[in-house]
Structure formats: structure tokens, C-alpha cells
């Protein structure tokens, strides 16, 4: 069974830079998993950020951006605001329309 | 604008059936694969299913327990579910999947399923 590994818990500065990871249990994280991105506050439906690898929606800050980095997926926050306190969600595609997600980090902004 | 609103969600016993629906507006449904993906009270997301033009698949933990559907002359997604366990307990989200596909765009306000005697 395939596991999607995710930081549990991260706390940053507001103004400062954070970058969560998402790891792949099969190994190396390529554009092929296509890594999407999932902001999710509570009570409240999820929210895409990122699509295949690094792409924004209409919607996405500019301080949010995604990328490829030391074989996982990536998520970085640049200038950190306290409305980014949310649990963030990563999901990846392993072929034949098999997802999967990551099991969430929690993003404290303190 | 896109909408997708998402009803059916209920109280059921454990071996029962219930079917969800997604309905979608403000875009071309007929022409968007979808999804369903849901969320245990306090845990994290799980891809159910998802269906296109042609195509079908269920993760596995679903998987002939549960059967996605679509009407595209009633712009609808549905999800008929049986032989129902506690662990099937979840808010159920409908989820568009963006042009060119490997993309979850955009998210229902999701349906809550509880199966209990």
C-alpha cells in the first residue's frame, strides 16, 4: 500500500518562510505524480493551491508556490501571514486514476 | 461561477445503502471528470473515486461496495453506496477536476454520512 508522508505539525513567524514536504513511499516525488496541493480550515471544505507540480489557480496567493525538492513535493510559504494558519494537504497520482493523499500538516503561524 | 452542492448525506446502519449527489453549475460538466474524496471526523482526506468521459476507478477501499455515476443531461454526479461500516463515517466532497486533468480544482461544501445502530 502506498504511503504519502507529510510533516505533522510546522510553526512559523508571521513574515517568515516555511516549506512543507510530501514524500512518496515508493520513492523519488516526479511531475508524473502530478502533486496537487490542498488548503483546509477548520470547518471548511478544502481549497486547491497547486496543481501538477507548481501551477496556481486564479485564487492562489503569490506567497504560496510549489516545486520538486530533494525527491518529495514541496509547498513553500514565502512571507507568512496569520491567515495561513490552516492543515495543508498534499495528493499524488500513481496511474489509473489512483490518488493519494498525504495524511496533513498542520501549520501553526506564531 | 462554479458550484457544486453536494446532498443525500445521512444517518444509516451499518449494512445499508445510501446515494449521494454532486449537483454541478457554471461549467461545462459534461466535459469534467470528477471526483469524490472524503474526510473522517478528525482525519484526513481519501480519494474515493472518480469518473470521465470513458472511465471509472475506485480506490480500493470502496471498491464494489460503492459505484459512481453521472448525468450530464442533469449536469449531476452521484454516488451509490452499500454494504455500509462505521468506517465508511465521513463528510463526502464532490470535486471538479480542472482542463487537462491531474487536477482537483474546485471542492463542494461536502455531505456528512454517518453509519451507526
Known amino acids: 500500500q502506498t504511503v504519502v508522508t507529510q510533516e505533522p505539525s510546522m510553526t512559523v513567524s508571521p513574515g517568515g518562510t516555511v516549506t512543507l514536504t510530501c514524500a512518496s513511499s515508493?520513492?523519488?516525488?516526479?511531475?508524473?505524480?502530478?502533486p496537487n496541493w490542498f488548503q483546509q480550515k477548520p470547518g471548511q471544505a478544502p481549497r486547491t493551491l497547486i496543481y501538477r507540480t507548481s501551477s496556481k489557480h486564479s485564487w492562489t496567493p503569490a506567497r504560496f508556490s510549489g516545486s520538486l525538492l530533494g525527491g518529495k513535493a514541496a509547498l513553500t510559504l514565502s512571507g507568512v501571514q496569520p491567515d495561513d494558519e490552516a492543515e495543508y494537504f498534499c495528493?499524488?497520482?500513481?496511474?489509473?486514476?489512483?490518488?493519494?493523499f498525504g495524511g496533513g500538516t498542520k501549520l501553526t503561524v506564531l | 461561477e462554479v458550484q457544486l452542492l453536494e446532498s443525500g448525506g445521512a444517518l444509516v446502519q451499518p449494512g445499508g445503502s445510501l446515494r449521494l449527489s454532486c449537483s454541478a453549475s457554471g461549467f461545462d460538466f459534461s466535459r469534467s471528470a470528477m471526483h469524490w474524496v472524503r474526510q473522517a471526523p478528525g482525519k484526513g482526506l481519501e480519494y474515493i473515486s472518480s469518473i470521465g468521459e470513458y472511465s471509472i476507478f475506485y480506490a480500493d477501499s470502496v471498491k464494489g461496495r460503492f459505484t459512481i455515476s453521472r448525468d450530464d443531461s442533469k449536469s449531476t454526479l452521484y454516488l451509490q453506496m452499500s454494504s455500509l461500516t462505521p468506517d465508511d463515517t465521513a463528510v463526502y466532497y464532490c470535486?471538479?477536476?480542472?482542463?487537462?486533468?491531474?487536477?482537483?480544482?474546485?471542492w463542494g461544501q461536502g455531505t456528512l454520512v454517518s453509519v451507526s445502530s
Open positions: 515508493t520513492g523519488t516525488v516526479t511531475s508524473g505524480h502530478y
Open positions: 495528493l499524488l497520482f500513481y496511474g489509473r486514476a489512483q490518488w493519494v
Open positions: 470535486v471538479k477536476d480542472a482542463p487537462g486533468g491531474y487536477s482537483f480544482d474546485y
